[in-house]
């Protein structure tokens, strides 16, 4: 098993950026494509990024594309999710996860392993 703690989030104001942590610990991610996922307030939860185990490969979510970047470092064992020129509409709890299969990765019942979440307020 693979444990997630996610690190990062805050209160910030529009435009300004973030640099949200995901540390694992249990099993290197090296194998597990990871992604993350946010809920906002009375909505589903949906995913925002995902970088793949294999080749990491990267896809994003059309709300966030050319605003963040995910990455990874394997020897640190923690995935990264760089978000700039933050929108009031960011705001949500942003979730960790991880699954070691490669297909519909962008669906949230793929993942096996979550973290507890780190919540991401952006003010207008």
């Known amino acids: 098993q693979v444990a997630l703690v996610e690190s990062g989030g805050g209160l910030v104001q529009a435009g300004d950026s973030l640099r949200l942590t995901c540390a694992a610990s249990?099993?290197?991610?090296?194998?597990?494509?990871m992604g993350w996922f946010r809920q906002a307030p009375g909505k589903e939860r949906e995913f925002v990024a995902i970088i793949t185990r294999l080749g990491g490969s990267t896809y994003y979510t059309d709300s966030v594309k050319g605003r963040s970047t995910i990455s990874r470092d394997n020897a640190k064992n923690t995935v990264l999710l760089q978000m700039n020129s933050l929108k009031p509409e960011d705001t949500a709890v942003y979730y960790c996860?991880?699954?070691?299969?490669?297909?519909?990765?962008?669906?949230?019942?793929?993942?096996?392993?979550w973290g507890q979440g780190t919540q991401v307020t952006v003010s207008s």
């Open positions: 249990g099993r290197t991610i090296s194998s597990y494509s």
């Open positions: 996860a991880a699954t070691p299969h490669s297909g519909e990765i962008t669906r949230e019942q793929t993942y096996a392993y």
